[in-house]
Each structure stands twice: as C-alpha cells, then as structure tokens.
C-alpha cells in the first residue's frame, strides 16, 4: 500500500518551513500539499503562499468549501488558486448563511472552512480516512497544541520531533529571499474571533476596516443557523462582544500588542489576553 502525506498548509511561516524540510527530506509515496483559504486570510498569506510554490515549489492545491444551501449536506470544494482565490470572504459568508456566526460557543468556522473542504478533495482523490497521515506545522516550544489523539488520528508534527523552537523558525527565515510580512498580532486571517482582544482591539485601533466583513455578517446574518432563538442576535467574539464592541473599546485607553509582547504570569490580564488555542493560524487538527 502506497504511502500517502497531507501537509496541511495555513500559510504561516512556521507551517511553510515545516513543508520544506518534509519535501526535502521525502519518505512517501504521494505528498499533497494543501491550503484551505476563507477568503478572510490577509493579502500577505496569499502571496506568501504563491512565493513558497514560485521559490520552493510546493505545488499547493488551493481548495475553498462549497456550501450546498437547502440541502442536508454537508460542504464541498472548489478548487482555485492564487489568482482566483476569494478575497472579500466569499466562502466565509457562505457557511455563515447556513450554519451562523462561528463564535467560542460554535466554533464551526475550521469546521466547514478548512477541514471539509481539504478532506472531501482527499477523497475525491480516493483518500479514505486513516489511509495517509497528517502533517500539522506545530513546533517543538508550542507542545500544549499537539493533539491528545495524533496517534489514532494518522497525525504527525515534524517540528515537535525536531525540536524546531520559534527561533529556529525565525533563523531560517532571515536566509530566504521572501518573507511573511506581517506582525505578530495579524496572523493569517485578519481579525480572527479566537485572538486575544489585546490583539483585537489593537488591530482595530490600527486598520479598523478589516472588521468590516465582520460587522457586516452580525448585522445580516445575526439570526443564521440551525435552533437560535429569534430573539437573539449571535456575535462574533468572546464575552458576548460584537464587532461593534471591539471598535467602541478600541478607542479607550489600553495597552497595545506590539511584536515579542509576551504574556506572563505577572502581566496576564484575562479579559485581554485569554485567547482561543488556535488564534493565530487555525489547524485543521
């Protein structure tokens, strides 16, 4: 039986250098390389990810989910690329007219955005479940994020086993012709739900029309989904707070996140820096 790899790429640094050493280093059969975009990912990931395939030649497959509305059914893919990619969060709005606005109590956004487009092209492939194994970018000093199951779930985490650190990743980085470009607290989706709101509201201080998107799916979409109460408007981030909030609180004082912030026991602030477990690239896994 062939040997067969999915490397789930989010399009971050850590993720893409993770790619490179597994291409270079190949022990498979068949390798698929495959980003899931949401259409909400900042412009700087996309072409990160084209210069990875132009300097690197990764190859990766560009899928986006395909919502079947008025059917019981669940997403699909389409496949696009860098050109045709969605940039005004097409596919996003698309799982938010069916199912509602993803928020801490549904978090049904790496659901539907990324995990079932990426595994229904797999098997299209003829990829059955536990028949190829998983790579998620996830280093050697982030090991609260490997998951409890990897084993039974085909996962592996190559960074882990190299005890690659986030200087490491740093290091490798600074020797190529191309980086990221963009700061800490951006990430790869531009105003994700499960960042801190350190980071939230410093992004809104700072470019408040990325929340646009948004404050536009509270305000069409706030009664979306299956079993909500008409009565309630569902919001995006944590606490209950609307896109709205975000903006109001972003005009008070605070203090901003800036690169190499770190959170410690002494400066944690839980209301500001409690974050989601996948806050700044959303793995499949």
């Not at 300097?55 to 990766?60: K, L, T």
């Not at 800490?184 to 801190?196: A, R, V, Y």
């Not at 069409?220 to 569902?234: K, M, S, V």
Request: aromatic fraction near 12%; hydrophobic fraction near 35%; include cysteine.
């Amino acid at each position: 039986m062939e040997k067969r790899l999915l490397i789930s790429f989010s399009g971050g640094e850590t993720s893409a250098m993770m790619t490179h050493l597994l291409l270079q280093k190949n022990t498979y059969d068949v390798v698929k390389v495959v980003f899931a975009n949401t259409g909400q990912e900042n412009e700087q990931t996309l072409t990160f990810i084209n210069n990875c395939d132009r300097y690197f030649g990764f190859n990766v497959v560009w899928v986006e989910t395909k919502v079947y509305h008025g059917e019981r059914k669940g997403s699909g893919f389409t496949i696009v690329n860098y050109n045709s990619a969605s940039r005004l969060g097409e596919p996003f709005e698309e799982i938010i007219k069916k199912y509602g606005i993803p928020n801490q109590k549904q978090p049904i956004c790496t659901r539907e955005l990324k995990l079932a487009p990426i595994t229904k092209y797999l098997r299209e492939l003829g990829w059955s479940s536990n028949s190829y194994d998983t790579a998620i970018g996830i280093r050697f000093d982030e090991m609260d994020r490997v998951s409890s199951k990897f084993v039974e779930n085909h996962i592996i985490y190559p960074l882990v086993d190299l005890k690659i650190t986030k200087k490491k990743v740093r290091e490798f980085w600074e020797k190529q012709p191309f980086r990221l470009n963009l700061h800490e607290h951006e990430g790869n989706c531009k105003w994700c739900w499960k960042k801190s709101k350190r980071k939230l509201l410093t992004l809104a201080k700072n470019t408040p029309e990325i929340f646009d998107f948004p404050m536009r799916m509270e305000r069409e979409y706030g009664n979306a989904g299956f079993n909500l109460d008409p009565n309630y408007q569902r919001v995006f981030f944590r606490g209950a707070k609307s896109t709205k909030d975000i903006l109001n609180e972003s005009k008070l004082p605070f203090e901003p996140f800036i690169d190499g912030y770190r959170v410690t026991v002494e400066n944690f602030i839980e209301d500001l820096d409690s974050a989601g477990a996948c806050s700044e690239s959303c793995e499949v896994f």
